[in-house]
């Protein structure tokens, strides 16, 4: 009976050894994962941050390109109105 005892015991230290390898195991990869995951996102956000920058260069390019443009309209309309007026 207490070879028995011992046995189970004996066999409860090594599973609960096992279960803690296995969870330390788990552990890491979920780590791995987090660590993998926050990566990604700040790739993500450094990529979107550079296409927003883009787009906001552009868009001031095309505010000085309407800017340009209305005021080369209203000249000449102006032109046109001093002509017809004569």
């Not at 330390?24 to 979107?48: C, E, G, T």
């Not at 390019?61 to 002509?83: C, E, P, Q, R």
């Amino acid at each position: 009976m207490e070879e028995r005892l011992a046995k189970l015991e004996g066999g409860v230290g090594e599973l609960s050894k096992r279960v803690e390898e296995g969870l330390a195991s788990v552990n890491k990869r979920i780590d791995d994962l987090r660590n993998d995951m926050n990566h990604r996102f700040n790739d993500l956000r450094d990529y979107m941050n550079g296409g927003f920058a883009e787009l906001s260069r552009r868009i001031d390019d095309l505010k000085w390109f309407f800017y340009i443009t209305w005021g080369v309209t209203w000249g000449l309309l102006i032109a046109m109105l001093s002509l017809l007026i004569r």
